[in-house]
């Protein structure tokens, strides 16, 4: 039987911030979606990891993911390993230009201990034969995005078809320039279903539609407001509607930009490859890789985003960097990875769903703290004074103590509950009350 096409580990040896660090990565369901999730401060690698994968999958060793990743490699002994779908290789930069690539031909020749038809040397063979002409067929395919994608509004004048491989640019992250792409798609996928359904072909037209549901369904969900996309007539351009009102795309907030920017993108480039069975296209086995996708997103909308993937995606193997402990805490059944150190093996821990942002921020974020520095500098200090009243209760003391529990209590109504209730232990305790008459006994 043969491997499903997904990661089973990486191994980063003197690259970016890595001396050697291995990340083993679960295999899921044999069809479902496994949700890997990178988490730590800036500067830990996680960028860095999320890049040494795609570019497994990269054919293009001087693309710009390519030269970003060369320039994290330390010397001659930095090299990346790797297993992918049971197949085992290994990359490294070529001795002449390590600035400049990543050497093919050294990347070729080391993929050591494969089956005869190698699965990684297939796909890079038919990926490159699909540039030329549009006969090769696809059981799994690579796309990553990062949040910082831009979207612009463009206006399209007529149906024409789309130019160029689904494949190109599809592993670079920062995409820049696609905007007239997906929207010439969409106005395509309008015209096309349109005329295969006045043939009385209904239901062959709600499959070309299909994806252009996907990206109307997703939106709607993130944002809880109707979206979808308008075909106008006249003059002729696409525009979109938010709970029924039109809108230009310049018009739309950053949010929803960023987003329909990478998922629109994917499903154009899902939609241009010839596959190699009849899967509805939420079924398709794919990987991406998602460099902080949240980053222009309300808290709300980051505590939706990724519980949104695996209901429009079903069998992909993702690969998520993140700041916010809001999508920590909404993936339920996912993988998490702590970015804490860089060396040995980096475990997963299983999803958040149920913990508190609290408990969020102080497991996989290393932040225990509630508050802001100045209230929690004022706390620790309140604890200290108060520590030192129990043992000795002088006029001193008391007179400094319940100072600081009044600068505390005016910070707010949840500093002032804490206060309260430390100042009635402290009263239990020592039979000292020190709010007289409700009031905090402040000194002049």
Same mark, same amino acid.
């Given at each position: 039987?043969?491997?499903?096409?997904?990661? +089973?580990?990486?191994?980063?040896?003197?690259?970016?911030?890595? !001396?050697?660090?291995?990340?083993?990565?679960?295999?899921?369901?044999?069809?479902?979606?496994?949700?890997?999730?990178?988490?730590?401060?800036?500067?830990?690698?996680?960028?860095?990891?999320?890049?040494?994968?795609?570019?497994?999958?990269?054919?293009?060793?001087?693309?710009?993911?390519?030269?970003? %990743?060369?320039?994290?490699?330390?010397?001659?002994?930095?090299?990346?390993?790797?297993?992918?779908?049971?197949?085992?290789?290994?990359?490294?930069?070529?001795?002449?230009?390590?600035?400049?690539?990543?050497? !093919?031909?050294?990347?070729?020749?080391?993929?050591?201990?494969?089956?005869?038809?190698?699965?990684?040397?297939?796909?890079?063979?038919?990926?490159?034969?699909?540039?030329?002409?549009?006969?090769?067929?696809?059981?799994?395919?690579?796309?990553?995005?990062?949040?910082?994608?831009?979207?612009?509004?463009?206006?399209?004048?007529?149906? @024409?078809?789309?130019?160029?491989?689904?494949?190109?640019?599809?592993?670079?992250?920062?995409?820049?320039?696609?905007?007239? !792409?997906?929207?010439?798609?969409?106005?395509?996928?309008?015209?096309?279903?349109?005329?295969?359904?006045?043939?009385?072909?209904?239901?062959?037209?709600?499959?070309?539609?299909?994806?252009?549901?996907?990206?109307?369904?997703?939106?709607?969900?993130?944002?809880?407001?109707?979206?979808?996309?308008?075909?106008?007539?006249?003059?002729?351009?696409?525009?979109?509607?938010?709970?029924?009102?039109?809108?230009?795309?310049?018009?739309?907030?950053?949010?929803?930009?960023?987003?329909?920017?990478?998922?629109?993108?994917?499903? #154009?480039?899902?939609?241009?490859?010839?596959?190699?069975?009849?899967?509805?296209?939420?079924?398709?086995?794919?990987?991406?890789?998602?460099?902080?996708?949240?980053?222009?997103?309300?808290?709300?909308?980051?505590?939706?985003?990724?519980?949104?993937?695996?209901?429009?995606?079903?069998?992909?193997?993702?690969?998520?960097?993140?700041?916010?402990?809001?999508?920590?805490?909404?993936?339920?059944?996912?993988?998490?990875?702590?970015?804490?150190?860089?060396?040995?093996?980096?475990?997963?821990?299983?999803?958040?769903?149920?913990?508190?942002?609290?408990?969020?921020?102080?497991?996989?974020?290393?932040?225990?703290?509630?508050?802001?520095?100045?209230?929690?500098? %004022?706390?620790?200090?309140?604890?200290?004074?108060?520590?030192?009243?129990?043992?000795?209760?002088?006029?001193?003391?008391?007179?400094?103590?319940?100072?600081?529990?009044?600068?505390?209590?005016?910070?707010?109504?949840?500093?002032?509950?804490?206060?309260?209730?430390? #100042?009635? @232990?402290?009263?239990?305790?020592?039979?000292?009350?020190?709010?007289?008459?409700?009031?905090? +006994?402040?000194?002049?």
């Amino acid at each position: 039987m043969e491997e499903h096409p997904r990661f +089973d580990w990486i191994q980063l040896v003197r690259v970016g911030p890595f !001396n050697d660090i291995r990340l083993n990565f679960e295999p899921g369901a044999e069809d479902g979606t496994v949700l890997n999730i990178f988490t730590g401060v800036n500067g830990s690698g996680k960028t860095t990891v999320l890049e040494a994968l795609a570019q497994v999958l990269c054919l293009n060793v001087n693309s710009a993911l390519a030269q970003r %990743l060369a320039s994290r490699f330390w010397d001659a002994k930095s090299i990346v390993r790797f297993s992918f779908g049971g197949e085992v290789g290994e990359y490294w930069l070529s001795s002449n230009r390590r600035q400049a690539m990543i050497n !093919n031909n050294s990347f070729s020749a080391e993929l050591q201990g494969l089956p005869s038809e190698r699965k990684l040397l297939r796909y890079f063979d038919a990926v490159s034969r699909y540039q030329r002409r549009r006969t090769e067929e696809f059981d799994f395919a690579a796309f990553a995005y990062s949040g910082r994608r831009e979207f612009e509004s463009v206006q399209v004048k007529a149906i @024409q078809d789309l130019e160029g491989s689904p494949f190109v640019n599809a592993l670079n992250f920062d995409n820049a320039g696609a905007s007239k !792409n997906l929207v010439q798609w969409v106005a395509n996928t309008f015209a096309k279903s349109a005329l295969i359904e006045v043939e009385g072909r209904k239901d062959e037209a709600d499959e070309i539609r299909w994806p252009m549901r996907l990206i109307e369904r997703f939106i709607s969900e993130l944002s809880e407001r109707e979206f979808r996309f308008v075909l106008e007539q006249s003059p002729f351009d696409v525009r979109v509607e938010l709970d029924g009102k039109r809108f230009d795309w310049s018009v739309l907030p950053d949010g929803i930009k960023s987003e329909i920017s990478w998922l629109a993108d994917l499903l #154009l480039r899902m939609d241009g490859i010839r596959w190699s069975d009849d899967r509805p296209i939420q079924d398709r086995r794919f990987l991406l890789f998602l460099d902080e996708i949240d980053i222009h997103l309300h808290p709300a909308w980051q505590r939706r985003i990724l519980p949104l993937v695996p209901k429009i995606f079903r069998n992909a193997q993702v690969f998520v960097s993140t700041h916010s402990p809001f999508v920590v805490g909404s993936a339920e059944n996912a993988y998490i990875y702590k970015f804490d150190s860089y060396d040995g093996v980096i475990k997963p821990a299983h999803g958040s769903a149920g913990m508190s942002l609290g408990a969020i921020l102080d497991d996989s974020f290393d932040v225990p703290e509630e508050f802001d520095e100045r209230t929690e500098e %004022l706390l620790i200090k309140f604890r200290a004074e108060r520590d030192l009243f129990m043992k000795d209760q002088t006029k001193a003391r008391q007179d400094r103590l319940s100072y600081i529990a009044q600068e505390l209590s005016e910070r707010g109504p949840e500093l002032q509950d804490i206060v309260s209730a430390e #100042l009635v @232990q402290i009263k239990r305790h020592t039979g000292v009350d020190l709010r007289a008459g409700g009031e905090l +006994d402040i000194p002049n």
